[in-house]
Each structure stands twice: as structure tokens, then as C-alpha cells.
């Protein structure tokens, strides 16, 4: 008994070790660290040049200061009771809806560079039309003369 479970542990691991030799999971890996920090750049982005220009064009908007509190502010509360991070550092409990106006802006514009991303890779490999095969065998039109020539041929 203890000798099966020995021989489906190591058959597991081999098949394990062929699983990550593969490669993929290295290039996922890779995908993953470089989406980490992809990431950042863009919440960088995001919250540093856009959502600040985003709040100039509507008047001095500031996406962050936008919650609703759900909870009473703590009495030994000593921060800004309109400061979103405050309030949250301070356990409050918040609705962050200028928070998610950021993070939905941030998905947006990463899902339209992987776009691009994506659509560059495929135009890469893309493979060229080939030309139809031309038929074989006789066209209509040959087949239309052959049958043309048998009836003058009968007569």
C-alpha cells in the first residue's frame, strides 16, 4: 500500500516536472511580473496626469474625495473628515466611489493598451492569403464545348 502511494507521489512529480518544462509556465510568470508592474505604471498615470486633468476639466473635481459614509467617525478621530484615506485609515467604514471612477479609468486604459498589444502581435503573425487553387479538371465552359462537339459529332 505505502509503495502505490510512493509511486503515484513520484508520478505526480514527474508529471509536474514535464508541466514546467514546458515553458509556458515560465512565460506566464514572466507575463505576470511584467502586468505587476505594468500595472503601477498605469495607476501612475492614472491618478498623477489624467484624473488630476480629468478634475481640472470639470471644474477642480477631486475623484478621491468622493465617498459616502456608512459608519459614525471614531470620537478620537483627529484627520480631515473629508479625507477618503483618512477616514479609511481610521477604519470608517466607506463606499469609495471616486476611488472606483480612478481603478474603472486605470481598467480602461489597460485593456485598450493590451488591445493594441494584442492586435500589433496578431498583424506579426499574420499569415498572407494565399491565392485560391485554381479547379482542375475541364471548366464549364470547356465541359459546354465537349457536349456542343458530341452533338454535332451524332448528327
Known amino acids: 500500500m505505502a509503495h502505490e502511494v510512493k ?3 513520484l508520478g505526480m512529480l514527474g508529471e509536474f516536472k514535464k508541466f514546467i518544462a514546458r515553458g509556458n ?3 506566464l510568470a514572466v507575463g505576470v511580473i511584467i ?3 505594468f500595472g503601477k505604471i498605469v495607476t501612475s498615470l492614472t491618478e498623477s496626469v489624467i484624473m488630476p486633468v480629468v478634475g481640472w476639466l470639470t471644474g477642480g ?3 478621491t474625495r468622493y465617498f459616502v459614509r456608512l459608519g459614525p467617525v471614531p470620537a478620537d478621530f483627529k484627520g480631515d473628515p473629508t479625507s477618503y484615506a483618512e477616514l479609511k485609515a481610521a477604519g470608517v467604514p466607506m463606499i469609495g466611489y471616486g476611488d472606483f471612477i480612478t ?3 486605470n481598467f480602461v486604459i489597460v485593456a485598450f493598451i493590451i488591445f493594441l498589444i494584442v492586435k500589433a502581435v ?3 503573425f499574420e499569415k498572407p492569403e494565399e491565392a485560391p487553387a485554381a479547379p ?3 471548366t464549364e465552359v470547356e465541359l459546354l464545348a465537349e457536349i456542343r462537339d458530341a452533338l454535332k459529332a451524332k448528327g
Open 136 to 138: 482542375s479538371g475541364p
Open 103 to 105: 481603478q474603472a479609468v
Open 25 to 27: 509556465v515560465l512565460d
Open 122 to 124: 496578431n498583424r506579426m
Open 7 to 9: 509511486g503515484e507521489i
Open 61 to 63: 473635481v477631486d475623484f
Open 35 to 37: 502586468g505587476g508592474a
